[in-house]
T-cell receptor
Framework: SAVISQKPSRDICQRGTSLTIQCQVD?????MFWYRQQPGQSLTLIAT?????????ESGFVIDKFPISRPNLTFSTLTVSNMSPEDSSIYLC????????????FGPGTRLLVL | AQKVTQAQTEISVVEKEDVTLDCVYE???????LFWYKQPPSGELVFLIR??????QNEISGRYSWNFQKSTSSFNFTITASQVVDSAVYFC???????????FGPGTRLSVLP
């Protein structure tokens, strides 16, 4: 499976600011996914990012709030814009890779606290 | 629409006890994939197992075993002789789109006490 890293691992931010989260994969992958996990909750898909095309957002998530870039086949960024305390969550990126394209493998996550 | 239910919100056991985590899924698709993930306190999501809908064979991996029953739409996970390191939130997930559109259950928080 692919090895996925995320930066930063955690951050504390002030409301109204923006944070960009980076996701790096050790091999070229077609699809990358961004999830949000609010405290004590399950994972919710924010968007799917394919290289060379605009990200596809799930219902309830919009590009102005969560702009995503996918400049190449190993890297993606998610920006959380104009943050409020409700954005405090773990943000995880994932991808499918290798012989088992039906399986998603996840990065270590970014813990975000918005004050 | 797909749905995953994990009825057990929290489970506490004493070390060395066996514990079973329940997962019930709903889908009208005949081809689908089921997964279990472990999320320790560090927050990362660790893949444990995948199962496709055509393979009902149960699987054992060390202290972990999985029981897949299509007749009851269940994919239960048993930890034998639990250890403190098994303490985590466990998620069951379903996908009908081969790597996309994962639906996660609400998770079961397992606490293994020494």
């Amino acid at each position: 499976s692919a090895v996925i890293s995320q930066k930063p691992s955690r951050d504390i931010c002030q409301r109204g600011t923006s944070l960009t989260i980076q996701c790096q994969v050790d091999s070229q992958v077609t699809m990358m996914f961004w999830y949000r996990q609010q405290p004590g909750q399950s994972l919710t898909l924010i968007a799917t990012a394919n290289q060379g095309s605009e990200a596809t957002y799930e219902s309830g998530f919009v590009i102005d709030k969560f702009p995503i870039s996918r400049p190449n086949l190993t890297f993606s960024t998610l920006t959380v814009s104009n943050m409020s305390p409700e954005d405090s969550s773990i943000y995880l990126c994932s991808t499918t890779s290798g012989s088992f394209q039906e399986t998603q493998y996840f990065g270590p996550g970014t813990r975000l606290l918005v004050l | 629409a797909q749905k995953v239910t994990q009825a057990q919100t929290e489970i506490s056991v004493v070390e060395k006890e066996d514990v079973t985590l329940d997962c019930v899924y709903e889908t009208r698709d005949t081809t689908y994939y089921l997964f279990w993930y472990k999320q320790p306190p560090s927050g990362e999501l660790v893949f444990l197992i995948r199962r496709n809908s055509f393979d009902e064979q149960n699987e054992i991996s060390g202290r972990y075993s999985w029981n897949f029953q299509k007749s009851t739409s269940s994919f239960n996970f048993t930890i034998t002789a639990s250890q403190v390191v098994d303490s985590a939130v466990y998620f069951c997930a379903l996908s009908v789109d081969y790597g996309q559109n994962f639906v996660f259950g609400p998770g079961t928080r397992l606490s293994v006490l020494p």
